[in-house]
């Protein structure tokens, strides 16, 4: 999207709900703020155009950390890898996101300066893919199941789905 811009909304009810601000940072895409609206990861570059498993090329995604308001360039967190880091997610003064550095798409975190780096999934084969953070658990897609990773200490485990029929009589 040559003409995409990240902005900030104001999604309170009340006087000011739905006011937007754009982001000054060219080819920043998908972030989160530290709680309080602190410094901004993001991932710069938008997804690279196709599904190619690692991607090492000059689109490749990578985490960058911008302090609004301080006047300085934003500072860039996963450079040490030429491959994707993306979907930053902050959680308790860490930034989680998904990389291949490990050769599969994997579930990574690392402080707010980029250092201290800690892998959290050891997938091989099915990369982890979308992953959200809330309330301390992220998400995510991995093949055709569902995983949640608590980052309090319960580990990984897959979302238990049944569908008991196709309800083909139904249809």
Not at 5 to 27: H, K, N
Not at 68 to 85: F, I
Not at 98 to 111: E, F, I, L, P, Q
């Amino acid at each position: 999207l040559p003409n995409a811009q990240m902005m900030i909304v104001d999604v309170r009810a009340g006087e000011g709900a739905g006011a937007r601000e754009a982001v000054a940072l060219w080819q920043c895409s998908g972030g989160v703020f530290e709680e309080g609206g602190g410094a901004l990861y993001f991932t710069r570059l938008a997804f690279q155009g196709s599904h190619t498993q690692r991607y090492k090329g000059g689109t490749a995604q990578n985490l960058w950390r911008f302090e609004p308001g301080a006047g300085k360039e934003a500072t860039a967190l996963t450079a040490d890898y030429a491959g994707t880091s993306k979907d930053a997610m902050w959680w308790k003064g860490r930034v989680y996101f998904a990389s291949d550095r490990d050769g599969t798409m994997n579930v990574w975190s690392m402080g707010p300066d980029g250092k201290d780096l800690r892998q959290h999934t050891r997938h091989s084969g099915f990369d982890v893919a979308s992953p959200t953070l809330s309330e301390g658990r992220i998400a995510y897609q991995l093949g055709a199941d569902i995983h949640v990773l608590d980052l309090n200490g319960d580990g990984d485990a897959v979302v238990p789905i049944v569908i008991d029929s196709d309800f083909d009589q139904t249809r």
